[in-house]
């Protein structure tokens, strides 16, 4: 062990002697097996608390569910290379048992992975609509408050007093607007200047709707994307195991 230690260190060419490779080769089913069983839990730790029928959860899964599969595939891979010999002697009954059940957990995460496409529109869709929703509230909101000033701002009968109000609602530039104005004039220019705050109001609210739309529309297509790879690629695995046992008769049982 001290040698193989010091030739990896080194990268001697004795490194890569049969009885070194064989040493790593013992390694990979015990790390493939590690990513797998890993993989598997946090998978199914993912989706607690649960709250489905959340569209901003259920998209937050499928997301951190994407992240965590590729660990899958990587524990696949270290376990499949340890099935490889020089001597084609087959596989053992373990194995018979590990490759039958991958081909079924293949399978589903492939029809899994299909599935997650509609429900990821979907969601997005709610999102997007949600979002537009709360900001029509908001507008509704700060326009109905507007028009109580603009009211009240009708009953007022001091010019001071509507500049003063004007000076703590931000509409009077810094009090230069209402200036030598009478009552009247004062009046208008607070109309205006709420109009205006309306509207500057309106604008933001619409931006961050717009951005948080190219938010949600990004991480869709991302999520879709990798959700149409994840299930060919496990599609993929899936026949690939099932033609090896079928058309190959293969299985050393």
């Keep these: 062990m001290k040698n193989f230690l010091v030739d990896l260190l080194l990268g001697t060419k004795y490194f890569f002697v049969e009885g070194y490779i064989e040493i790593l080769n013992g390694l990979s089913p015990f790390i493939g097996y590690c990513l797998i069983f890993s993989t598997i839990v946090n998978s199914i730790l993912i989706l607690f608390p ?12 499928i997301s951190q569910f994407i992240a965590q599969i590729w660990g899958l595939l990587v524990g696949f891979g270290f376990v499949f290379i340890s099935f490889y010999s020089a001597e084609d002697i087959g596989v053992g009954s ?12 293949s399978l589903l995460m492939a029809v899994l992975f299909v599935l997650a496409v509609p429900l990821i529109l979907v969601d997005s869709h709610k999102l997007i609509q949600n979002n537009i ?3 029509i509230q908001l507008q509704n909101r700060r326009f109905g408050e507007i028009t109580n000033i603009e009211k009240k701002v009708q009953t007022m009968t001091d010019v001071n007093q509507i500049k ?3 000076q ?4 009077d530039n810094n009090g230069a607007t209402f200036y030598g104005l ?19 109001y309106a604008d933001s609210l619409t931006a961050e709707v717009q951005e948080k739309t190219s938010v949600i529309t990004k991480k869709a297509v991302y999520n879709i994307t990798n959700c149409i790879i994840l299930a060919l690629v496990f599609l993929r695995i899936g026949s690939k195991i099932g033609s090896v046992g079928i058309s190959k008769g293969y299985y050393d049982s």
């Design 50 to 61: 649960l709250q489905i029928g959340d569209p901003n959860w259920e998209l937050t899964v």
């Design 94 to 105: 373990s194995q018979i048992a590990f490759l039958r059940t991958a081909r079924w957990l």
């Design 133 to 135: 929703e709360k900001s």
């Design 164 to 166: 003063q109000l004007a």
């Design 168 to 171: 703590q609602l931000h509409v």
């Design 182 to 200: 009478s009552l009247v004039d004062s009046r208008e220019r607070m109309r205006i200047g709420l109009d205006n705050s309306a509207k500057q």
